[in-house]
């Protein structure tokens, strides 16, 4: 990296960012804390529902500081030497474009999803105090299918993963295998 008023230099390593992504209630938050015992050695998993505090929130501007402060901080990480798995609903035309996807090599995608009426039951069933009313459902519902169905298209093209019949440990398996496959290696789960 270099400093544009002064022109010191500084070693800045662009570590891969693998983004963990799906409508809500996908899993995408239980999987994270499932994965865990896997990658504690190799990756650092970061649950973005933590910074969701309004003074982040840009609706109108599609969340930009939002998504910002997180490709930040996880770049800001990946110069441990671990790489980042960012969990979270997000997807490729909503950080491909910004500034602060320079700062990382590859981003890959999974994206949790599962049928629609599981879907909306696991939304009805949250507490009363997450505000899952029927027409914020339906938004996540039509944001799903587009997802399932333009997944493939997009760039970097987005990987699926369906949670609709699979427990927890399963989807955390095949995650850590998607992750694997395409980051560092290590040990596997700790004891």
């Known amino acids: 990296m270099v400093c544009h008023a002064c022109g010191h230099e500084q070693e800045f390593v662009r570590q891969p960012l693998y983004c963990l992504i799906g409508p809500s209630g996908t899993g995408k938050s239980t999987v994270g804390r499932a994965l865990l015992p896997w990658l504690a050695d190799r990756f650092v998993v970061l649950e973005q529902d933590v910074l969701w505090i309004p003074e982040l929130r840009d609706p109108t501007g599609h969340h930009r500081a939002f998504r910002t402060t997180w490709l930040r901080l996880a770049a800001t990480i990946g110069q441990s030497g671990r790489p980042v798995l960012l969990c979270g609903t997000v997807v490729p035309p909503e950080v491909e474009p910004l500034p602060e996807r320079a700062l ?13 009426d599981v879907l909306a039951a696991r939304l009805r069933a ?33 990987d699926l993963l369906d949670t609709t019949e699979r ?25």
């Open 126 to 158: 949250r507490p009363a105090w997450r505000e899952w009313d029927e027409p914020r459902i339906a938004e996540m519902l039509e944001y799903a299918a587009w997802l399932e169905r333009d997944a493939a298209t997009l760039d970097p093209p987005v």
């Open 104 to 116: 990382f090599g590859e981003v890959h995608y999974l994206a949790l999803t599962c049928r629609a």
């Open 167 to 191: 427990p927890i440990e399963e989807t955390a398996a095949a995650v850590c295998e998607w992750l694997t496959a395409r980051g560092p290696t290590g040990p596997g789960p700790r004891a």
